[in-house]
Each structure stands twice: as C-alpha cells, then as structure tokens.
C-alpha cells in the first residue's frame, strides 16, 4: 500500500530557529513529491514540488530535499517566523497518477 | 491568474439530506482533483479526472457520492444522503498535468447534523 508519513504530529519552536519537518513514504517508484502549508480554515498553499529526478528545491527561505533509496523528503525552513505557524503537509504522487498526503505537522512559531 | 474557485466556503445539512459542491479549476488545467479531509488528517483522494474522464475513484464511497466533469471544465461532487461522517472540508484541487504542480481551493466545510 502506497503511504505517506509525517513526524511528528505537532512541532513548537522558538523564533528565529532553523527547523526541519519529516515525510517518509512506503514506495521509491514516486513521480515527484510536494509540499504544501494550510493555514486554520483555508486551502492548501503550494510550497515547493521536487521532480523524482531532482534532490532539491529551494524558495527563499524553504528547501526541500529528496531521498528516494530511504523513502525520505525534508523541508528545511530557516530563520523562522511567527507568520511561518501553519500546518505542512507533504504529498507524493505515486506512478504519475493519484496524490497522496501525509497527516501533516502542525507547526507553532513562539515569538 | 486566477485560482481554483470552490463554491459554497460553508453548507450545513441534517443527515439523509442531499447536498452538491461546485468546482471551476485554474483555466487549461487538464487534471481535477476532489479530496476529502476530515479534521486533524491529511486530504484523501476521493475522485480524479483528466479532462472529462476519471482516472482514480477507488476511495469514492459510490453508493453516496458522484461526482462529474461536464466538458472538462468545471465539476460537481454531490452526496445522497449524507451521514454524520461525510462532516469534513472537501477540497477541490488542478493540475496542468496529472504531474504537475496541484493547485487547490479554498474547500467547503460541510456539518452534518
């Protein structure tokens, strides 16, 4: 079965911190993974998209890395904000066709 | 550009009732997506389309929900009757392609009561 798993569920850190937010997936044959942020009561933001040829991606302050031999992606954010506070969510598309998510990290920013 | 339009943002019904969301994907997007998230979870798959055809509904709970892409453009998920767990944010979501970068909107928050 083709899963998606986010670790942990919750994440609370200090201002200012660099921080990084796990996804682990059950099957290297991926298309390509994206990240995504949801803020209380809205949509989903898209974030970054990594093809399963590249091993990163970068967009100002976010990078999100690749591993398909371990079944692994990071998003790296660096000197966080409070406005950085939302939930992450991965999600990987496998076989080029369904997308599937993670149950996201619900990340808190302290100011 | 603009976004994904979802319509109505809020619907609230009473069990057994019938209810229909409404989806108008970014222009030229080929790939539609419904998601299903319940509170506290990822979204789930409920239906994809390429164009006007469906390419994955195996998570669609069938003998309530469908869903259709009329001239693969807009489309419309309904559910009948509705039960106390259909509660959740339906998201409706395009793609280019189906391995593009998805864009998604605002959702529906539906309260079965």
């Known amino acids: 079965k083709q899963e998606v798993t986010q670790i942990p569920a919750a994440l609370s850190v200090p201002e200012g911190e660099n921080l990084v937010l796990n996804c682990s997936f059950t099957d290297s044959a991926i298309y390509n993974l994206q990240w995504f942020r949801q803020d209380p009561g809205k949509g989903l933001t898209s974030l970054l998209l990594i093809q399963s040829s590249q091993r990163e991606q970068t967009s100002g302050r976010l990078n999100a890395s690749l591993d398909k031999s371990s079944g692994r992606s990071t998003l790296y954010i660096a000197a966080s904000q409070p406005g950085d506070s939302a939930t992450y969510l991965c999600a990987v598309r496998f076989g080029a066709q369904k997308l599937v998510f993670g149950q996201g990290t619900r990340l808190t920013i302290n100011p | 550009e603009a976004g994904v339009a979802q319509s109505p943002r809020y619907k609230i019904i009473e069990k057994r009732q019938s209810v229909a969301f409404w989806c108008n994907p970014i222009s030229g997007h080929a790939t539609l997506y419904w998601y299903q998230q319940i509170l506290g979870q990822g979204p789930k798959l409920l239906i994809q389309?390429?164009?006007?055809?469906?390419?994955?509904d195996s998570q669609l709970p069938k003998d309530r929900f469908s869903a259709e892409r009329l001239k693969g453009v807009d489309s419309t998920l309904k559910i009948q009757p509705a039960k106390l767990e259909d509660s959740a944010v339906y998201l409706c979501?395009?793609?280019?392609?189906?391995?593009?970068?998805?864009?998604f909107g605002q959702g529906t928050r539906l309260t079965v009561v």
């Open positions: 979501a395009s793609s280019y392609l189906k391995d593009s970068m998805a864009f």
């Open positions: 389309f390429q164009n006007n055809g469906v390419v994955d």
